[in-house]
């Protein structure tokens, strides 16, 4: 069965600390990527999508995720991060050309920075 | 803001109770999708509306059921609850049905005592 793996359950970092959040998945054909962040108390925002082309993608807020298609891994990453990115972060696939009713979410990552 | 408008924020419950939950999608969205959130599942996709009609079903039990009403927006009906119905409910929805993009609301705080 295809599935999103998220080897962090929680990571704890101090400011100006770099971030790197590992996910990988299991679906050997074409798939778009996503990271999705939960601020507390809030709904679901979209960070960044890879669908095709560079697999360097920059999102928003200085996140960016690179997709290397050999290892299955979709990793996102921030060079330094503020206290206000604290929140839970999910990593999703959508096998390719399928509704997105197929999206698969990781179990989540949850990010506390120590200000 | 998303522009997905879920209602009630939080709602308590007893065991044995039915619920409905409400949301309206963005402007223009056609497709509507049900996300249960909870500590021991994760996220999980329940069910997929596409102006009015199912077009996906996912991990919804029986107890719960959905419909999209004319005015596009869509109701998840719980029955009989139980104490780990107890999640985040979350509404999403896309301007298609292959919806790439899904914009999520705030969710509803499903708490069955």
């Known amino acids: 069965a295809q599935s999103v793996s998220q080897h962090n359950h929680h990571v704890i970092l101090s400011e100006a600390a770099s971030l790197e959040l590992g996910c990988n998945y299991s679906y050997g054909g074409t798939v778009n990527l996503f990271w999705y962040v939960q601020y507390p108390g809030q709904h679901l925002q979209l960070l960044l999508k890879y669908f095709s082309g560079d697999p360097l993608v920059k999102g928003i807020k200085g996140f960016e995720a690179e997709f290397i298609k050999s290892k299955f891994s979709f990793n996102l990453r921030k060079p330094s991060v503020q206290w206000s990115d604290t929140a839970e972060y999910f990593c999703?696939?959508?096998?390719?050309?399928?509704?997105?009713?197929?999206?698969?979410f990781g179990s989540g990552t949850r990010l506390s920075i120590r200000p | 803001d998303s522009g997905v408008t879920q209602t009630p924020k939080h709602l308590i419950t007893a065991t044995g109770q039915r619920v409905t939950l409400r949301c309206s999608p963005r402007?223009?969205?056609?497709?509507v999708y049900w996300y249960q959130q909870s500590l021991d599942q994760g996220l999980q996709f329940l069910i997929q509306y596409y102006n009015g009609e199912e077009r996906a079903k996912g991990n919804i039990l029986e107890r719960f059921s959905a419909q999209q009403f004319p005015d596009l927006h869509s109701e998840l009906n719980l029955s009989s609850l139980e104490l780990g119905d107890s999640a985040l409910y979350f509404c999403?929805?896309?301007?298609?049905?292959?919806?790439?993009?899904?914009?999520f609301g705030q969710g509803t705080r499903l708490t069955v005592v």
């Open positions: 999703a696939v959508l096998p390719g050309y399928s509704s997105a009713s197929k999206i698969i």
């Open positions: 999403a929805s896309s301007r298609l049905a292959d919806g790439t993009e899904a914009f």
């Open positions: 402007s223009g969205d056609l497709s």
